[in-house]
């Protein structure tokens, strides 16, 4: 499995000068950016990355790669865990390398209690990512990149079209009494959720590739 | 190893290697005790397959020409005047055949071809 | 070394049904046209598809029960897939040194140099000979007992092919190893394979040592009143020309000596290859 890291971070370093520029823009971006909207871009932009995962996958499947790959000495359930440990590692290390600029920027430009109030949403953001790696995986496995990618945006689609109607229908006030009376407990459950949902994706993951002929 | 194997010839390549080691055991190019290469090396020198190889050396080691010892290689018998003899005469008998069918072939009858056979004889 | 026992695969328009064996020590060689099955036998030993039916066994055990440690002692060159095009052999190295505890650094990085392999080269910049020459060289840098090559000389000129072929001679002059190998160019498996198995349409045809297929088997020329004098018991096959046919056996010898007169020419593979595909079953 470590010679499937190394192969992902070298086509990923490839692109490393890409990660930069995006590190560089949020930084900008938490310095001169409006409040409104400090929190949210570089959780957008953690979003960007952490879709490299995707790419990763999409590379594996140029030019009938996989074919090769699973000739090497490594299960199919190895590549699979090694996509899963590796979306880990770059979202949340990615993550983490955002919420720090933020913290540092923040806590020069807004007082304390500002700063902690955005920074609490960054959180969420990552549970959000991690939840849409966990149904993008598999379906980038089970369809072809193309498909796969459409796919996932369709059903993030899906999930916005959903919020929307949610506010429409005036459900929103209501949605957001529920929160501030339970906010630690769904916080947990949403964490654990998160979690969850991850675990499950990995087997099913492994499953479909198991099934897989090449 | 210097040897030369024809592959449009219609000898059977194993005879050709059998034949041409044979030959340089006979005219002493290889001596008593000489190691001939492994299978694998003349394989690839030659070319050929390593079967091939493998066929003729147990065909030269059916014929009491080299011995094998296993894990070591492949070494040259002792001379053996006797047997060196019996294959110069196989030689002698397998070209008269030869000669005898190709007289035959373009028409000459057996009483013609024994004719030739006397004459040359007492010119030689 | 390496053993398929009546393995079926069965697709919409094809179905793969043979058994090979590749004995330790020794070079065997697939061979057989376009869409064959000689791809998808491949698939099947290197777990890349699932079989419907038959065993497959590696190094003694089945297929089932080999560990990626095992797989190690694998080396594999597909033609038509590899590494990332956008990796360089720079890249390369530690992915294999990890994968592989017998991976061979420096003599690998030697071999690169030998062929000109510039390390800090992405592969899709490689020409298809220097791809193909990788490929292969990848496969050897392991110390494997077992190497899987589907077409790996494909896209090489004369000179690089020979020096391929070389490679894999010496090799097999080390150690206890076996190589599967497909081509397409037979004169290559001519002066490299130990025994040959010819696959058409799924079922394999023709199993013979090369030896044999070069010294027994060629090809008969002859005129419509000769086929019908001549005896027919040692031709396999019958293809119409305007001379009359060409004939293939198994045989030579028996018409060398009893029929002379016949025009009788030694067989190449590719001979063969036409003879037993396009030719009428006798």
């Not at chain 1, 949020?26 to 400090?38: A, E, H, K, M, N």
């Not at chain 3, 592989?100 to 000979?129: A, M, Q, V, W």
């Not at chain 3, 056996?249 to 000596?257: A, G, H, I, V």
Request: aromatic content about 10%; overall charge neutral; glycine content about 6%.
């Amino acid at each position: 499995m470590k010679g499937l890291l190394i192969k992902d971070w070298k086509l990923l370093k490839n692109q490393g000068r890409f990660f930069i520029v995006i590190i560089m823009i949020s930084i900008l971006i938490s310095l001169f950016g409006s409040r409104t909207y400090s929190g949210f871009t570089t959780s957008y932009l953690t979003f960007a990355l952490s879709m490299f995962i995707l790419s990763t996958l999409s590379y594996d499947n140029y030019d009938n790669g996989m074919a090769f790959l699973l000739s090497l000495p490594i299960s199919r359930k190895i590549y699979v865990k090694e996509k899963y440990l590796f979306a880990l590692f770059l979202t949340f290390g990615f993550w983490l390398i955002f919420f720090l600029i933020d913290l540092l920027v923040f806590s020069i430009r807004y007082s304390s209690r500002e700063s902690l109030q955005i920074l609490c949403q960054s959180p969420v953001y990552l549970a959000l990512i991690l939840l849409f790696l966990s149904y993008s995986i598999p379906l980038h496995l089970k369809f072809e990149s193309e498909k796969g990618r459409m796919m996932s945006f369709g059903i993030l689609g899906l999930f916005s079209l959903g919020i929307f109607c949610i506010v429409r229908l005036g459900m929103l006030a209501a949605l957001q009494q529920i929160l501030t009376e339970s906010l630690s407990m769904i916080i947990g459950a949403s964490a654990v959720f998160c979690l969850l949902s991850f675990g499950i994706s990995y087997r099913i993951s492994v499953k479909i590739m198991e099934k897989k002929e090449f | 190893m210097k040897l030369i194997i024809n592959h449009s010839s219609m000898l059977p390549i194993y005879e050709q290697i059998s034949g041409q080691i044979k030959d340089k055991i006979i005219h002493g190019e290889l001596i008593e005790g000489a190691a001939l290469p492994s299978v694998r090396i003349l394989a690839r020198e030659l070319r050929v397959s390593a079967l091939t190889v493998k066929k003729s050396y147990d065909i030269l080691e059916q014929e009491g020409f080299i011995s094998t010892i296993h894990g070591k290689g492949s070494f040259v018998t002792s001379a053996n005047q006797e047997r060196l003899a019996e294959e110069k005469k196989r030689e002698v008998e397998s070209e008269l055949e030869h000669a005898i069918s190709k007289g035959r072939s373009c028409g000459m009858t057996d009483q013609e071809i024994k004719e030739l056979f006397h004459i040359i004889m007492e010119e030689l | 070394m390496l053993k398929l026992c009546n393995i079926k695969k069965q697709y919409p328009q094809f179905q793969l049904q043979c058994s090979l064996e590749v004995p330790k020590n020794c070079i065997t060689a697939l061979i057989g046209p376009n869409g064959a099955g000689k791809s998808t036998a491949f698939k099947a030993i290197l777990g890349l598809i699932h079989i419907d039916g038959g065993e497959i066994e590696l190094f003694g055990k089945p297929f089932c029960a080999l560990t990626p440690q095992d797989r190690t002692r694998i080396g594999t060159a597909l033609c038509n897939s590899g590494f990332s095009g956008y990796l360089k052999i720079r890249d390369i190295v530690p992915i294999l040194s990890q994968m592989y505890p017998e991976f061979d650094k420096e003599n690998f990085l030697e071999k690169c140099r030998h062929f000109d392999l510039s390390l800090d080269k992405k592969i899709n910049d490689f020409s298809t000979g220097m791809k193909a020459k990788l490929k292969v060289l990848l496969a050897m840098s392991h110390n494997a007992q077992l190497l899987i090559l589907d077409e790996p000389t494909v896209g090489l000129d004369v000179v690089a092919r020979e020096e391929v072929l070389d490679m894999l001679r010496e090799y097999m002059l080390s150690g206890e190893r076996s190589i599967l190998i497909s081509s397409h160019i037979s004169s290559d498996l001519e002066g490299l394979c130990d025994d040959v198995y010819f696959i058409h349409e799924g079922q394999i045809l023709l199993h013979e040592e090369i030896g044999t297929l070069l010294d027994c088997y060629g090809i008969l020329k002859v005129s419509g009143e000769q086929y019908n004098t001549m005896n027919q018991t040692r031709l396999i096959r019958k293809k119409k020309e305007i001379y009359g046919y060409s004939l293939l056996t198994s045989d030579k010898q028996f018409y060398l000596e009893n029929m002379p007169e016949l025009t009788i020419e030694k067989c190449s593979i590719d001979e063969v290859i036409m003879m037993m595909t396009k030719g009428e079953i006798l």
